[in-house]
């Protein structure tokens, strides 16, 4: 028993040891993805929305994909002799994963608060700050964007479909 339990110390260390380049983007992105699911949460109750476990278990899957989406960029990078660039590519997934969740948190904390007060005013501006001027430098993310407001011009009967702003899993559509 005790020789199953150190191979798995072991396995789990050697993972861990692998993982070390981007060891701070994975706790950076936890941080980010627990904090959506809390702006989420109060937003959702003060709005009258009830608890739903369907929705919070989402909120949870789509974050573990994420991370295995993250983990397997590096690993495939580093296996390819590409290591700089394998942390380059979790990097540029990192910041464009902090614009979605960070918009959504910001809109989360926006509408728990009081339109007009200073907090408001605050987050109004720093919501402002992320949509509009945190994306420039992130490369591709304009051309994103254009090619995304092109493709929805060109199709015939399209909606706003921003109903469902501010949910705990970061879907807005």
Sequence with gaps: MNDIRSYVVMAIGAVLAML???????????????????????????????????????????????????????????WLHCDDRAVSAVQYVCWATTYFFGTNILRNWRNILKP????????????????????????YFKSYQEYKRKESNDKPNTENHDHNEGTTDGNNA
């Design 20 to 78: 070390s380049p981007i060891m701070d983007f994975i706790f950076a992105m936890l941080l980010l993805l627990g904090l959506n699911f809390i702006f989420g949460l109060v937003a959702a109750r003060l709005n009258g929305e009830k608890w739903d476990w369907k929705k919070a278990g989402m909120c949870f899957i789509f974050a573990a994909v994420f991370f295995v989406i993250v983990v397997s960029i590096f690993v495939i990078g580093k």
């Design 116 to 139: 007009d007060s200073t907090w408001y005013k605050l987050v109004d501006f720093l919501y402002y700050i992320l949509s509009a001027k945190f994306i420039e430098d992130i490369p």
